[in-house]
């Protein structure tokens, strides 16, 4: 039973397209989190909500826009995407995030290649 | 701007030897140091964490040191064993209520264990 768990797992898809990225925790977790890997394999963080509120915005394009119709689902939107959108994207989730010691539950990510 | 970094990409040891993967930190502010280990198609898993009031912490065959003055951490592995081989990240967050939940990460080190 996957504690996190993201759909789809592969996605490949045209510049321009608009995709989603589905993501749900069965941890009972407060908070979730969208993270970017990169080509250069750094994790960096995008978005993420504590109870359905937005807590964290980083400098992502106002073409990403991060969803959470409830506190155990967290969906990326992406719009008009381009090439440098390529990259696998990680959906993570936590405990309430006040005295936050940093442990990270994270599904098994979402490769986007964009043609 | 990389606030924390792994320099070796690659990190290649014999069974039953010591394992020691390192990463710098720019940021005197960060008051949490976590290891992830990765292995391929999946998420990374949180492995051990330390604080930064602490210079050790360590679990089973696992320990972190921390060198505040240096800015900078390692873990140990000790002994290694084959299915330790995967990526390990670094990780670090940050003090006060605008970056609670968010972790900066190195970009990896990949260990191989060969038996």
């Known amino acids: 039973d996957t504690a996190v768990s993201q759909t789809p797992k592969y996605l490949v898809t045209q510049m321009g397209n608009d995709k989603s990225i589905k993501c749900e925790q069965n941890?009972?977790?407060?908070?979730m989190y969208w993270y970017k890997q990169d080509s250069k394999k750094f994790l960096k963080i995008m978005f993420s909500?504590?109870?359905?509120?937005?807590?964290i915005n980083e400098t992502v394009p106002n073409r990403f826009s991060p969803k959470s119709p409830d506190k155990a689902h967290l969906n990326l939107h992406i719009n008009s995407l381009e090439l440098g959108d390529s990259a696998v994207y990680f959906c993570?989730?936590?405990?309430?995030?006040?005295?936050?010691?940093?442990?990270?539950?994270f599904g098994e990510g979402s490769r986007l290649t964009v043609l | 701007d990389q606030q924390v970094k792994q320099n070796s990409p690659s990190l290649s040891v014999q069974e039953g030897r010591i394992s020691i993967l390192n990463c710098d930190y720019t940021?005197?502010?960060?008051?949490?140091f976590l290891w992830y280990k990765k292995y391929p198609a999946e998420g990374p898993t949180f492995l051990i964490s330390?604080?930064?009031?602490?210079d050790k912490n360590e679990d089973g065959r696992f320990t972190v040191f921390l060198n505040k003055s240096a800015k900078h951490l390692s873990l140990h592995i000790v002994p290694s064993q084959p299915g330790d081989s995967a990526v390990y990240f670094c990780?670090?967050?940050?003090?006060?209520?605008?970056?609670?939940?968010?972790?900066?990460f190195g970009q990896g080190t990949t260990l191989q264990v060969k038996p």
């Open positions: 993570a989730s936590s405990q309430d995030p006040g005295g936050f010691a940093g442990e990270l539950f």
């Open positions: 990780a670090a967050s940050g003090a006060g209520s605008s970056n609670t939940g968010k972790l900066i």
């Open positions: 941890l009972g977790h407060d908070t």
């Open positions: 940021n005197s502010m960060f008051d949490y």
């Open positions: 330390i604080s930064s009031i602490k």
């Open positions: 909500y504590n109870n359905k509120e937005l807590i």
